[in-house]
């Protein structure tokens, strides 16, 4: 039997690359990307030069019966997104299962998220929280922020520059004005920011401020 380590990758700075993810990357016969474009470049910065297969969301359910069959063959395959780790937000659960249920090992290498920096730096309660991620575009969007009124653990949420001011002022209709908030971008790359303050103030700051980047909104949880 092969094995399957799922791999985090840097969500900006290459430093956060760990030697760990380095090693394992140029020792596997197989390196599955998300998108084989930008893996090439971080492949090609740490001097990597194994094989990259297209591994997505749109491929996996094709892909993956036939991955697992090399693994069984006693293949070791890597499994990388564009950046953080895999299956958080990203594609990867699906093979992970798959392979669980083939009875191959499945190893993931700790390493670099944008959830737990922006969760840490934010101030608030972070020993106990829950990771919504990317709340649904159109159906559903509402009805869930509706459902997590009186969560009492901090939130944490993803979002897209694009989508942000509608996220906040859903908060704010759900949550009120004065719920503490956190609004981290752009986490380990050169224009890193976290707004801290309640919804009612982070939202006129970014009707002021154009959102740019990437986004981690952390919510604290109801008193």
């Known amino acids: 039997m092969g094995i399957l380590y799922v791999v985090p990758t840097p ?12 090693r394992v990357l140029k020792e596997a016969d197989l390196v599955l990307a998300e998108d084989t474009r930008t893996s090439g470049i971080l492949l090609k910065h740490f001097d990597i030069h194994n094989r990259l297969m297209s591994h997505h969301k749109f491929n996996e359910h094709g892909t993956s019966a036939g991955i697992v069959d090399r693994m069984r063959a006693g293949a070791t395959v890597a499994m990388i997104s564009d950046a953080g780790t895999p299956g958080i937000s990203d594609p990867g659960f699906y093979l992970v299962r798959e392979a669980v249920n083939a009875g191959i090992e499945v190893q993931c290498l700790p390493g670099a998220t944008a959830m737990i920096p922006a969760l840490v730096s934010s101030g608030l309660p972070c020993d106990r929280f829950c990771f919504e991620g990317f709340l649904p575009q159109k159906k559903g969007r509402q009805s869930r922020i509706k459902a997590l009124a009186d969560e009492q653990r901090t939130m944490v949420f993803y979002e897209s520059p694009y989508r942000l001011l509608k996220l906040l002022g859903q908060l704010v209709a759900e949550f009120g004005e004065e719920r503490r908030a956190s609004v981290c971008r752009e986490i380990s790359k050169v224009h890193e920011e976290c707004v801290r303050g309640t919804l009612g103030e982070i939202t006129a700051h970014f009707k002021e401020h154009e959102p740019r980047g990437e986004f981690v909104v952390v919510v604290a949880g109801k008193d």
């Open 11 to 22: 969500v900006g700075n290459m430093e956060d690359m760990t030697f760990r993810a380095v």
